[in-house]
């Protein structure tokens, strides 16, 4: 058995030495399973990019939330990051003010179950 090994001088041989002709069925979910779920469906709507209707997911937003999306998609990183940090101290005042009434409905017994 003698074995040759490619030659970066050769040129097209080298070349032709690097093609597999090895056909991959992809058809079956067993063998290729999806990685991200949702990924082929995001992907295969790429494939067509000449439509004229809009997404499916940007279907059902507003005029507002598109404002919204041009809003933020022109920030920098470090303004961004200060959106979100913004909008994680609103999460957090929410939470301590949701726990406050919480606390207050407790002893006014607001949330008491009525006795049978």
Same mark, same amino acid.
């Given at each position: 058995v003698v074995?040759?090994? $490619?030659?970066?001088?050769?040129?097209?041989?080298?070349e032709?030495? @690097?093609?597999?002709f090895e056909k991959l069925d992809r058809a079956s979910p067993d063998l290729w &399973? +999806?990685?991200? &779920?949702?990924v082929s469906e995001f992907a295969a709507s790429f494939k067509n990019p000449i439509t004229n209707?809009?997404?499916?997911w940007m $279907? +059902? @937003?507003e005029?507002?939330?598109i404002e919204m999306l041009k809003e933020l998609g022109s920030l920098t990183t470090a303004n961004l990051m200060e959106k979100v940090k913004g909008l994680q101290n609103l999460a957090y005042q929410l939470g301590l003010e949701e726990s406050r009434e919480m606390?207050?409905?407790?002893? @006014?017994?607001?949330l008491e179950r009525p006795k049978k």
């Amino acid at each position: 058995v003698v074995i040759e090994m $490619a030659s970066p001088n050769g040129g097209e041989d080298f070349e032709s030495s @690097l093609l597999s002709f090895e056909k991959l069925d992809r058809a079956s979910p067993d063998l290729w &399973p +999806e990685q991200l &779920p949702g990924v082929s469906e995001f992907a295969a709507s790429f494939k067509n990019p000449i439509t004229n209707s809009p997404p499916k997911w940007m $279907a +059902e @937003l507003e005029s507002e939330d598109i404002e919204m999306l041009k809003e933020l998609g022109s920030l920098t990183t470090a303004n961004l990051m200060e959106k979100v940090k913004g909008l994680q101290n609103l999460a957090y005042q929410l939470g301590l003010e949701e726990s406050r009434e919480m606390t207050r409905g407790k002893f @006014l017994n607001i949330l008491e179950r009525p006795k049978k």
